[in-house]
């Protein structure tokens, strides 16, 4: 089991530490797709995971999710967040054993779900439908310090439902002078480009397990398209992620490592549980 670098009081305490630096934006990897934001006393999560739901669900199938990371942090513990996201509708990106520890100790929590999965979330989570902010894809919130843009995201396809609202989205959050591109679960798709190339984008944050039909689920980027993406919207740094939790569906991140070098994109991999902060950017 890999041991995060930050857990449990440790964690808290970095993060309690960030609040003294306000002129930047902090985040940790809390593994998966899951990050938590700071930016001047505010707390965004993105797609957090800090459960083990999925490797009790899967472990007596022939897709087993052997957990390889051990949990940052309890969900119940983050009792300082005031925004979450869900991009898509899998567990990982839409947990109830995460969300509804972390609706219960923060009373105020806003939810940004995409619009199309309204009553898919709030079936799962048992809260009333009218709850979540749903966005469609060219839609914008501003809640908790944040402004969220929704933009598709392909996983594998970019599907809609009958309003053509797209089920799976990526979030571009701006947040004071910062901007972040949280993908989501996605493949490259036509079009793409023309989507982020809407903001200037200064950290980017991928996925990099890769698209193999022989996992029996959706895929994502690998480490080599995700860098060429990076570079593509002119990322000032891009952060994989979406690895090293399950067995069954990872990839090492030195292909990742390796593209990016060559393409002369900064990257930074973080260990789950790790802290980084924009200042490392001037």
């Known amino acids: ?3 995060p ?10 993060v309690h530490r960030a609040l003294r630096s306000t002129e930047h934006l902090h985040l940790w990897w809390l593994g998966q797709s899951g990050f938590l934001v700071q930016w001047q006393g505010q707390h965004l999560l993105l797609d957090p995971y800090l459960s083990d739901s999925l490797t009790a669900k899967y472990a007596t199938t022939d897709k087993p999710h052997v957990r ?8 119940e513990r983050l ?8 991009s898509h509708n899998h567990t990982d990106h839409l947990d109830k054993e995460t969300l509804l520890p972390l609706l219960s100790v923060n009373p105020s ?6 619009e ?15 709850q979540p902010r749903g966005l469609n894809a060219g839609e914008s919130v501003k809640v908790g310090g944040f402004t969220i843009h929704a933009v598709p995201a392909a996983h594998n396809e970019l599907e809609t439902d009958q309003a053509g609202c797209h089920k799976y989205l990526g979030y571009v959050v701006q ?19 023309e989507w982020l190339r809407r903001w200037p984008i200064d950290i980017a944050i991928l996925p990099i397990n890769g698209n193999l039909p022989e996992r029996k689920v959706a895929g994502n980027l690998n480490g080599t398209e995700a860098a060429t993406l990076a570079r593509d919207i002119d ?3 891009v952060i994989p992620c979406h690895y090293e939790m399950f067995e069954f569906n990872t990839a090492s991140p030195e292909e990742f490592i390796t593209k990016a070098r060559a393409l002369e994109q900064p990257c930074k991999v973080l260990r789950a549980g790790e802290h980084w902060e924009t200042s490392t950017l001037n």
């Open 5 to 14: 670098q930050l857990q449990d009081e440790a964690f808290l305490a970095s």
């Open 79 to 86: 009792d300082f967040v005031h925004v979450v996201t869900s």
């Open 1 to 3: 089991m890999i041991t």
């Open 235 to 237: 990322a000032q740094v």
């Open 68 to 75: 390889m990371t051990d949990r940052v942090i309890a969900p």
């Open 109 to 114: 929590l806003e939810l940004v779900i995409p």
């Open 116 to 130: 199309a999965n309204r009553e898919f979330v709030a079936s799962r989570l048992g809260i009333r439908p009218e």
């Open 175 to 193: 947040a004071g002078p910062w901007t972040i591109y949280h993908s989501g679960d996605t493949l490259r798709y036509e079009g793409m480009l």
